[in-house]
């Protein structure tokens, strides 16, 4: 299934971000992209162990509602992914979506993330200079490192029919208003309170998402 992700955040050496993270105890990436499974965040969305640490120690740096999720590209058959994406902000789109870059991607990076980003880097070793210097590590003069803006293509993983992977729009009940957070739960909703047949399982959005 295709699925972009645009995404607000800093850019880094996978050999090096698993590096950080065996240092702190956590499973490292290897390469792959996180799956979403097995455990829940706040919002109810599959979280993967290594952005569960990310939050754990952004709520430690006083960013208690910290949506940090790491990334990493699918290369569509090619060799495998040298950088991985850490995320603060992000939407998903499965084939078209508005975003308003203010309130979905805001610039200003959370409490503790440009720290996190430092943090993180110097775990980069001798020799891996020229991978700290691919484009878009750095951004462009005046723009923040640790909050940069990405589109990154992670299409093999299962999208979540969730907020806020999909907008409110997309679970909001025509005939009620009522708002679901899950596309499956406003499926039950239409077939119980107002005897209406949803799309099926296949192709449950309007061709408008
Ligand atoms: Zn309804």
Redesign the pocket.
């Known amino acids: 299934m295709g699925l972009t992700t645009i995404l607000r955040g800093f850019k880094v050496p996978i050999a090096v971000l698993d590096r950080f993270l065996a240092s702190n105890a956590v499973d490292t990436t290897g390469g792959c992209p996180p799956f979403l499974t097995p455990d829940l965040d706040s919002n109810g969305i599959p979280l993967d162990p290594h952005s569960a640490f990310l939050r754990a120690k952004l709520a430690a740096a006083g960013d208690n509602n910290s949506l940090a999720r790491i990334f990493i590209p699918n290369r569509r058959g090619q060799d495998s992914c040298t950088h991985a994406y850490v995320a603060h902000a992000y939407v998903m789109v499965f084939a078209q979506r508005k975003i308003t870059l203010a309130a979905d991607l805001p610039d200003r990076a959370p409490p503790g993330f440009a720290e996190l980003r430092r943090e993180i880097l110097g775990f980069a070793e001798e020799g891996e200079e020229a991978l700290l210097r691919v484009d878009g590590m750095q951004g462009e003069e005046g723009e923040e490192p640790a909050s940069l803006l990405y589109v990154v293509i992670t299409e093999e993983r299962a999208f979540p029919f969730a907020r806020p992977f999909v907008p409110e729009s997309v679970l909001t009940?025509e005939?009620?208003g009522?708002v679901f957070e899950a596309w499956v739960n406003l499926h039950y909703?239409?077939s119980e309170?107002?005897n209406l047949e949803m799309r099926g399982y296949t192709s449950p959005f309007p061709d408008n998402f």
Request: aromatic fraction near 0%; proline fraction near 0%.
């Open positions: 009940c005939k009620c009522a909703h239409c309170a107002h």
